[in-house]
T-cell receptor
Framework: GDSVTQMEGPVTLSEEAFLTINCTYT??????LFWYVQYPGEGLQLLLK?????DKGSNKGFEATYRKETTSFHLEKGSVQVSDSAVYFC?????????????FGTGTRLKVLA | DSGVTQTPKHLITATGQRVTLRCSPR?????VYWYQQSLDQGLQFLIH???????AKGNILERFSAQQFPDLHSELNLSSLELGDSALYFC???????????????FGNGTRLTVT
């Protein structure tokens, strides 16, 4: 079935370090891909999205490229800040049995140290 | 602000009790989804309603039920509560047409349920 796999956390980085959070997916057809961020005490917020192969989603310095050949959608940021500390979820929408379903990864906690 | 409103923010109750969680979707969104998030962070899909009709069920216990009203707000009812039901419950909405479409989900800030 359709699934999303994220790297295990927590990921701990120093401020201004480069961030990569890996995400791979399994889906039939052509899913849309998303990254959500959850700050402490809040709900999930849409961070960025990509709807077709080779699309690059970007927002707030974060980027992710839809790689169909490797079924991946890795999240990257060139220089993280303490305020980026949060849990990041990779997700997809897939058409399954005539219905669109949202599939979420298990989340990756990021801790950024000053 | 996502535009999705959930009430109450916190709920503390005893085992065996029943509670109702409420969700108002973003203006114009017809789909409402309910998720449970446990301490280990994972999101468990519970149920999806579109324009008042149940569309999909996930890992929802028989003790739990939901409905979506004509004004599109939704309620999640949890009964015979157990300690293990303590979690964050999120509502999300989307503008998606029948079946959800490809529009992203917009989440509320959740209701934290503590069962003692």
């Amino acid at each position: 079935g359709d699934s999303v796999t994220q790297m295990e956390g927590p990921v701990t980085l120093s401020e201004e370090a480069f961030l990569t959070i890996n995400c791979t997916y399994t889906a039939t057809g052509y899913p849309s891909l998303f990254w959500y961020v959850q700050y402490p005490g809040e709900g999930l917020q849409l961070l960025l999205k990509a709807t077709k192969a080779d699309d690059k989603g970007s927002n707030k310095g974060f980027e992710a490229t839809y790689r169909k050949e490797t079924t991946s959608f890795h999240l990257e940021k060139g220089s993280v800040q303490v305020s980026d500390s949060a849990v990041y979820f990779c997700a997809l929408i897939a058409l399954t049995s005539g219905t669109y379903k949202y599939i979420f990864g298990t989340g990756t906690r990021l801790k950024v140290l000053a | 602000d996502s535009g999705v409103t959930q009430t109450p923010k916190h709920l503390i109750t005893a085992t065996g009790q029943r509670v109702t969680l409420r969700c108002s979707p973003r203006s114009g969104d017809l789909s409402v989804y309910w998720y449970q998030q446990s301490l280990d962070q994972g999101l468990q899909f519970l149920i999806h309603y579109y324009n008042g009709e149940e569309r999909a069920k996930g890992n929802i216990l028989e003790r739990f039920s939901a409905q979506q009203f004509p004004d599109l707000h939704s309620e999640l009812n949890l009964s015979s509560l157990e300690l293990g039901d303590s979690a964050l419950y999120f509502c999300a909405s989307s503008v998606g047409a029948s079946g959800g479409g490809r529009s992203p989900l917009h989440f509320g800030n959740g209701t934290r349920l503590t069962v003692t």
